[in-house]
């Protein structure tokens, strides 16, 4: 394991070093006493922070709270629209919001309902966003899908790299499904 890049603050240091240690080894790797050693600060400067691993865990999801809403930002403000600006960014490139979304998904396996729920705000907010964008909820959420699939290829396949004619191919469907009879916007 990678040693955690210095952060701003002795929290963001705990909080980096428990998504380095879920994502690299999983929930049951990611004691208290890991957390603290890969941070470099006592278990008491931990437990200052965070009493608990359950507010280790709501401090991971408060994080994805925080960079859910910088990502629906951006994804608002794109020149290039909300949902080229999705789909060309729905490729796993190691930022720290996909760290974060990784570690919430390492917990959410381990039937943490918080995690869960998490996860679920997370692609309600997608499917709203593009669904103000499209002005069809069920196109709305089989585009998202198809980032998620985009997401899904990138990081767990060897052949899931993204290529500018696999994100132009996407987004040529999605004008299909866009200009379909039926569809509203």
């Known amino acids: ?5 210095p952060a701003s603050s002795a929290r963001d240091r705990v909080l980096d070093a428990f998504e380095e240690l879920l994502n690299e080894q999983g929930e049951r790797a990611a004691t208290l006493d ?3 050693r890969a941070a470099g600060v006592s278990k008491g400067g931990l437990l200052y922070h ?15 709270d925080e960079r ?18 999705l789909i ?19 917990i959410a ?9 998490g996860l679920a705000r997370l692609h309600d907010s997608w499917t709203a966003v593009v669904a103000e964008a499209v002005g069809d909820p069920l196109v709305a959420r089989a585009i998202v899908l198809m980032s998620d699939g985009l ?8 052949t899931g790299r ?18 379909a009879p039926g569809a509203e916007h």
């Open 68 to 85: 859910l809403a910088e990502d629906i930002e951006r994804i608002r403000a794109s020149d290039e629209g909300v949902v080229p600006y």
């Open 34 to 36: 890991a957390v603290a």
């Open 151 to 158: 997401y899904y290829n990138s990081a767990l396949l060897p």
């Open 88 to 106: 060309r960014t729905s490729f796993a490139v190691d930022t720290p919001f996909d760290r974060t979304i990784l570690a919430v998904s390492r």
């Open 109 to 117: 396996q381990g039937n943490d309902e918080r995690a869960s729920a």
């Open 1 to 5: 394991m990678g040693a955690v890049p």
């Open 162 to 179: 993204e290529s500018p004619g696999d994100v132009d191919e996407v987004l040529a469907i999605i004008d299909r499904l866009l200009a």
């Open 50 to 64: 965070f009493p608990s691993k359950d507010a280790l865990v709501d401090g991971l999801l408060q994080r994805l």
